[in-house]
């Protein structure tokens, strides 16, 4: 079920088939679909999202999939109830069909653009107001969570609802008796800077997302959630869905001006308004998805265990940027979580500390300038590391790369297994774009890679906070954006 990309659009709603009530014993609901990754930053793919920035670096983790709460033993099973839909409205569906007649195809594609702008906003607010009512106040009130924990979920959302309260009202003010709106430009230019907002939420929202998973392992939240996920109300969106709606939103605000401008005469007087408007609003997207980025960045280096200390690396430290992680496996099978910074690769295993997801690097950080890299064809690893013919099992030889740098003389070197063809491509997409960046000159240089290897990442433009609009996340991860592998 699902909606577009990562980070352009606002979650889609998952429309089962309704059936006449009956006496059959019902199915208990067992599998649910998450849909926080799917909007990107600018990215939706393995390589957004959670991505969650904008779309500051991609994600190649199973966070950007469909995710499914499995049920717990101590929770009560019941039946799913009927889904309440969310009907879709047109503006030629919704006022007197009259009008049509005097109005010539480009103006009604106009007047459908502004309609789906300001029936965005009213969704939208309709949204947020029900993640307040029906998730935060009542797990307050039980003392599922404590105000501090659900303060850290929830970030600044509360302060979202009177900014887009503002800008709906000032549209519908805008519009004539008979459903039709002249000008729109003008209420855009002035009300755009409120998004500034924004900054703070969606910077929040890594973290937000973290806890999150964290308290889920309370059998107390994790009930309540899947019980709010099974009434009709959620529509069949989980409470991220609705965290991550905002994102959604402001990175859809571009597509939306483009299509309004679009369907503007250029003799239009609300022309001027609405270049202005879209020259506004991309400025806007691209900072947020920014500072996104680079608070993504700091969340994850902040999380580095280092074992001893010389594996601290300078490199590490003055990074901005996360260009894209997540998990690989090394050629014995072991689960590797790996981070592309702008300037370093770091390698490290997941623990837990203090009931806290950390990183403990593995082996020494790989500077960018000095990372060489190969694609390895399909056969040619073996698990015990030695590079002759095909293993016995090919599904356990697919899917490998390989980094190497020399450091005092000797060479280290890693090989890594994807979980799918797609997702070594992005990685390999995103390790050329970061040496690109780092020196263009020798950007190329590897001992045997294939000419795919070399392929645009259809996911890069995009910013994954995953926030840019397309938020394209994507992450990279969502381009370079964040990203989750």
């Known amino acids: ?89 047109l503006w030629s569906e919704t006022f007197d069909l009259g009008l049509g007649h005097m109005l010539s195809s480009t103006e009604i594609k106009r007047q459908e ?184 960045c700091r969340y994850y280096k902040e999380r580095l265990l280092y074992v001893e200390s010389g594996q601290r690396d300078l490199l590490i430290d003055s990074s901005r940027i996360l260009s894209c992680h997540g998990e690989l496996k090394n050629n014995r099978g072991a689960k590797l979580h790996v981070f592309l910074f702008q300037d370093v690769l770091v390698v490290t295993r997941a623990v837990t500390q203090n009931e806290q997801l950390c990183y403990q690097l593995h082996r020494q950080p790989i500077p960018v300038r000095d990372l060489e890299w190969e694609d390895l064809q399909d056969g040619e690893m073996r698990l015990g590391g030695s590079i002759r013919g095909a293993f016995s099992n090919s599904e356990r030889t697919k899917n490998f790369f390989r980094v190497a740098f020399r450091s005092g003389g000797q060479l280290q070197t890693h090989c890594f297994q994807a979980s799918d063809a797609f997702n070594k491509q992005q990685w390999l997409n995103c390790i050329r774009q970061a040496k690109e960046a780092v020196n263009p000159q020798t950007a190329a240089r590897c001992s045997d890679c294939s000419a795919d290897a070399s392929a645009e990442c259809p996911q890069m433009d995009p910013t994954d906070l995953t926030l840019t609009p397309d938020l394209g996340e994507p992450n990279v991860k969502n381009t370079f954006s964040s990203c989750s592998i």
């Open 1 to 89: 079920c699902a909606t577009s990309c990562r980070c352009l659009c606002s979650p889609g709603v998952c429309v089962c088939d309704l059936q006449e009530p009956s006496s059959k014993r019902v199915k208990p609901l067992s599998r649910v679909t998450s849909l926080a990754s799917l909007i990107p930053p600018v990215k939706a793919a393995p390589l957004k999202r959670i991505g969650q920035t904008l779309q500051r670096s991609i994600s190649f983790r199973s966070d950007c999939r469909p995710e499914i709460m499995a049920p717990r033993p101590w929770a009560k099973q019941i039946a799913p109830a009927i889904t309440k839909r969310r009907d879709s409205k």
């Open 113 to 296: 653009a502004i309609f789906e702008l300001s029936q965005g906003e009213q969704d939208l607010i309709e949204d947020l107001k029900l993640a307040k009512k029906a998730y935060r106040d009542p797990m307050l009130k039980l003392s599922i969570m404590t105000e501090h924990e659900l303060n850290q979920i929830f970030g600044t959302l509360d302060s979202l609802i009177p900014l887009h309260e503002d800008l709906l009202s000032r549209l519908r003010e805008a519009r004539k008796p008979d459903g039709s709106t002249d000008h729109v430009g003008h209420i855009l230019v002035d009300w755009l800077p409120c998004l500034e907002t924004y900054n703070s939420y969606c910077s929040n929202q890594v973290a937000a997302k973290a806890l999150l998973d964290h308290k889920k392992q309370d059998h107390r939240v994790h009930d309540f959630l899947q019980r709010c996920l099974e009434s009709p109300f959620s529509r069949k969106l989980d409470l991220w869905s609705f965290l991550d709606i905002p994102r959604s939103r402001l990175v859809k605000y571009p597509l939306l001006l483009r299509e309004i401008l679009k369907h503007t005469p250029n003799d239009h007087p609300d022309r001027q308004h609405l270049h202005h408007a879209m020259n506004m609003i991309q400025s806007i997207v691209a900072d947020i998805n920014t500072q996104t980025g680079e608070s993504e």
